[in-house]
């Protein structure tokens, strides 16, 4: 049978989702617990590579096994392998042509923020410090930029390998609390560290640092030099896969 299995994991240990021959991956981790649950040897599919140091509330991962344990109790009894940093939310059976990847509809990514002079220790593993001086009139007027098709070439780090870069940003929202912020992104897929300059391009437009002038001609020329910073990993978190 096909399991889907829904994810949740705090990647700061971790070297990404994928298997790597040097690295402890998430990969590595759950398909090691799912061998000590059901004596097999199971390749997962997940729904997206998540890269190191980036967290997962959502991850959606797919597998076959000849295991009897009913579906919808599978993730209960393979969380007693799986260590307290990655945890199973969810299974259930699912179709044989269903796959993580391919059948995936729309991805959703959080960016944690928070708004301070100095650092906050109880904030500093999953969020990325910025000061007051972020004007979030111009933040939002950015966000808008982004939303709809485009080339992102301009949004993907070097390393990528992909037929297109050409992707649907269906919705950028800014969710602002007294310290909090949070930017929620929607697309049809994401490039290599796309999300991460994303945040880095609408926060340095909040301090004045780039214009929306820039933006609007990096998506138009592809012109890394126009954008933003990358953010550190530890503030995005897969958080939705829709189907």
Do not use: W
Request: aromatic share 8%; proline share 3%; glycine share 6%.
């Amino acid at each position: 049978m096909k399991i889907k299995l829904t994810l949740s994991y705090d990647g700061t240990n971790y070297a990404g989702y994928q298997v790597q021959d040097n690295a402890l991956t998430v990969q590595e981790v759950l398909e090691n617990a799912l061998e000590k649950l059901t004596g097999e040897k199971i390749s997962t599919v997940a729904s997206g590579r998540t890269d190191a140091g980036v967290h997962a509330l959502g991850q959606v991962v797919s597998f076959e096994t000849n295991s009897t344990i009913p579906p919808e109790k599978f993730y209960k009894a393979l969380n007693v392998y799986l260590p307290d940093d990655v945890k199973a939310l969810s299974s259930r059976q699912v179709d044989d042509s269903f796959n993580a990847r391919k059948s995936a509809k729309t991805k959703t990514y959080t960016y944690s923020l928070y708004v301070s002079e100095t650092p906050n220790p109880l904030k500093e593993r999953y969020s990325s410090r910025i000061p007051k001086s972020v004007d979030f009139s111009l933040v939002k007027q950015g966000a808008l930029v982004l939303e709809g098709e485009h080339d992102f070439k301009c949004m993907c780090s070097t390393g990528s390998s992909v037929n297109t870069t050409i992707r649907t940003v269906y919705s950028v929202k800014i969710l602002k609390t007294k310290e909090d912020v949070k930017i929620v992104v929607k697309g049809n897929g994401f490039l290599y560290n796309m999300v991460r300059i994303m945040v880095g391009t609408l926060i340095q437009i909040g301090l004045k640092e780039k214009t929306i002038d820039d933006l609007k001609k990096a998506l138009n020329t592809g012109d890394r030099t126009l954008v933003g910073k990358t953010f550190p990993a530890k503030g995005l978190c897969l958080t939705e896969v829709e189907y």
